[in-house]
């Protein structure tokens, strides 16, 4: 959510940023009904003040003038209820539009109306080149016996799956690894809970944009499909202080999304489940674009390192215009090399949103001269089971056994294969 005040002064870059990410919004109307709700509230609060004046009068005053000033409370009594009424109706329509109003996009963003647009601004690696017939990650773990998707699918329906064995343990090894990596870049680890109140999708974008993807308990709260959500919450209603900032989270959840517009891509595998175990990172920081830019840099800086260091060959894409979220400032996605596909899959998304979020989680900071907002990025740390699909691809071997990368190992008894069960 955007200041009302910055988009009363910034109509025209409001409406630039929203072609920008193409889509259709009217600010036009906005300041209409932004306008009528300024003026009932004034009018609304001028009836209010009256009413109290003429209720302090009527205990002193004589009993021809207490009928008057009864007779003229009734009358601003009516009138203020009926605008108050006109005002809550107004303010309703003034808080749905001001929830689709999209944020500004940077100016580094490229123009483009969807993901063929996209731009690719970084490279790294050496795709393998394998003296051997390839096989995809599904024939390589069901070989080995690291997953079960047949009785996943039994269990949960479509696209479920039980990891087992050796498929366990590398997970296992990634998170722990994982978690040894990212320890030594100053986060303050988290495991957030899964479900989480319905109104903080909203604080995030999630809502309404992804409702088709997001679970529901039958208490009609939600299951995030990211810790995002919950660690945003974790501050919303806070002041914090500004020697605190920046707050760098490293957060693991379990995560479950609905896959509802995907139903014909990834059906098999691993790529692309409903019910997944991500490490996120999440940073609140000043509200201050120079810290907010060099902090998402350094987040997305982050996941390339991780998966330099266990060797994965991956592209670097700039989030174009008409494919940036509504919420977003800019947006990376980072894509490794997938060798049964021949192309890059996404292994992370790292975004930063200036005060887009916090206003809507009123999370601020004292800076010692007034309240600010401060503002909110984010990056995905690793994301399992998909991060086991790169690994055991790029590291099969010509008799179905998986090289296990180097810095893997330790986690993993200090085993450098994994084979068949004999």
Known sequence: MLDIKFIRENKDLITAGAQKKHIDFDVEALLVTDEKRRSLQTSVEAKKA???????????????????LIEEMQVVKAEFQKEDEELKEVMKEWHTTMLQVPNIPDMSV??????????????WGTKPDFQFPIKDHIELMLNLDMVDFERGTKTHGFRGYFLKGDGVELSWAVWNYARSFYGQKNFIPFIAPAIVKREFFYGTGHLPKDAEDIYKTQDDDLLAGTSEVPMMAYHSDEILKAEELPKRFLVFSPCYRREAGSYSKDTKGLIRVQEFNKLEQVILCKADHAESDQLFEEINRNYEEFIESIGLPYHRLLICGGDLG????????????????????????????????????????????KKRYVHSLNCTAVATPRFLAFIVEHYQNADGSITIPAPLRPYMGGREFIGPKH
Not at 51 to 67: D, F, L
Not at 113 to 122: A, F, I, R, S
Not at 337 to 352: F, H, I, V
Request: aromatic share 10%.
């Open 50 to 68: 009256k009413q109290n004046e003429v209720s302090t009068k009527i205990p002193i005053a004589t009993p021809e003038e207490r009928q008057s």
């Open 110 to 123: 490229p123009d483009g109306t969807g993901e063929e647009d996209n731009k690719v601004v970084h490279e």
């Open 326 to 369: 509504a919420s977003k400032v800019k947006q990376y996605d980072t894509e490794i090399w997938l060798p049964s596909q021949s192309a890059y899959r996404e292994g992370s998304s790292a975004s930063y949103f200036h005060d887009f979020q916090t206003r809507r989680f009123n999370t601020r900071y004292d800076d010692g001269e």
